[in-house]
């Protein structure tokens, strides 16, 4: 035990840079991590933009041009079939995407 001491005290210098070393490796690290991160969330976020955004255009064209209530029942008036179906099939094409590898 007093030759660990004797060693450490008479190469503390050493002992410092290597600890700063590993600090500095660690933290280089941890900054990889949170930039992966963010750049998967922003990848996420423009994803769920898109779908919003589809999925709104999909509730504006059967809000707007779709219901025919006439004799109380409820469906989409046969005009409107083709904007409907585009929309879904837009709505599909990107839900079968596959997210870009990193």
Request: charge should be positive; glycine fraction near 2%; aromatic fraction near 8%.
């Amino acid at each position: 035990m007093h030759s660990i001491v004797q060693w450490t005290n008479s190469n503390q210098g050493f002992i410092t840079a290597l600890l700063t070393f590993v600090y500095v490796v660690a933290t280089l690290f941890l900054v990889c991590l949170a930039y992966q991160q963010l750049v998967q969330h922003q990848r996420a976020q423009r994803q769920q933009t898109r779908l919003n955004a589809l999925a709104s255009k999909l509730s504006a064209l059967i809000h707007l041009h779709g219901w025919n209530n006439a004799q109380g029942k409820s469906h989409f008036a046969a005009k409107n079939f083709k904007d409907i179906e585009e929309a879904q099939k837009q709505l599909d094409a990107i839900l079968a995407e596959e997210p870009p590898k990193t």
